[in-house]
């Protein structure tokens, strides 16, 4: 089973900007698309992006278009979040993950495995 290290969070305040590394402990990325995640204390885990595995295709939740972007290295195994103009609301813990099926990223209930995520805080 692949694992997964995220990394790259930490307390931020409003308007900053942070990129977050995904690290497998395969190589998934070349087999499967992959996406981010993330759950905000109290709150259900929630679909961020996914991206393609040709790295042509990504989609975005409402709340991060324009401000996220998604994208993989799959030479080095690593894929990345970067995360621009953040904001309260984007305080949570973040996760990566893969799967076969590209619209299975869109749904955090289809996956029973996960990192330990990296925190991301943004205050004033």
């Known amino acids: 089973q692949v694992e997964f290290v995220e990394s790259g969070g930490g307390l931020v305040q409003p308007g900053a900007s942070l990129r977050l590394a995904c690290a497998a402990s395969?190589?998934?990325?070349?087999?499967?698309?992959m996406g981010w995640f993330r759950q905000a204390p109290g709150k259900e885990r929630e679909f961020v992006a996914v991206?393609?595995?040709?790295?042509?295709?990504?989609q975005y939740a409402d709340s991060a278009k324009g401000r996220f972007t998604i994208s993989k290295d799959n030479d080095q195994n690593i894929a990345f979040l970067q995360m621009n103009n953040l904001e309260p609301e984007d305080t949570a813990v973040y996760y990566c993950?893969?799967?076969?099926?590209?619209?299975?990223?869109?749904?955090?209930?289809?996956?029973?495995?996960w990192g330990q995520g990296t925190q991301v805080t943004v205050s004033p």
């Open positions: 395969e190589h998934p990325f070349i087999v499967y698309h």
């Open positions: 991206v393609s595995v040709s790295g042509a295709d990504t």
């Open positions: 993950n893969v799967a076969r099926r590209y619209w299975n990223l869109m749904d955090p209930s289809n996956f029973d495995s």
